[in-house]
């Protein structure tokens, strides 16, 4: 098993930035894509953005706004978003599968590990 676990959400004026972090513990080995999803309030959950073998991959929605990355050392992905929106304004999930993902959109029902997620609230 893999456990996720995300921080770095919080309040934010438009326009601002945060950096989100998912630290991944247990069988990470097997995790080969890594990456995020958001449901804001009443809506589906998305994919944000992800990242295989180092490609990363991103929602056109975001694609300009939103760099991932990751720290192999520490067993830690990030999600850098800057000129935020109030329509970002979700629950951002961390997610992990164990086969790759090498896509523009990964589907969220294809991923095996999930976060808790953290909020991300944008203030207009």
């Known amino acids: 098993q893999v456990q996720l676990v995300e921080s770095g959400g919080g309040l934010v004026q438009a326009g601002g930035s945060l950096r989100l972090s998912c630290a991944a513990s247990g069988r990470t080995f097997s995790t080969v894509s890594m990456g995020w999803f958001r449901q804001p309030p009443g809506k589906e959950r998305e994919f944000v953005a992800g990242l295989t073998g180092g490609n990363p991959y991103y929602a056109d929605s975001v694609k300009a706004r939103v760099t991932i990355s990751r720290d192999n050392a520490k067993n830690t992905v990030y999600l850098q978003m800057n000129s935020l929106k109030p329509e970002d304004t979700a629950v951002y999930h961390c997610?992990?599968?164990?086969?790759?993902?090498?896509?523009?959109?990964?589907?969220?029902?294809?991923?095996?590990?999930w976060g808790e997620g953290t909020l991300v609230t944008v203030s207009s």
């Open positions: 997610a992990a599968a164990d086969i790759p993902w090498a896509t523009m959109a990964w589907p969220a029902e294809a991923m095996d590990y």
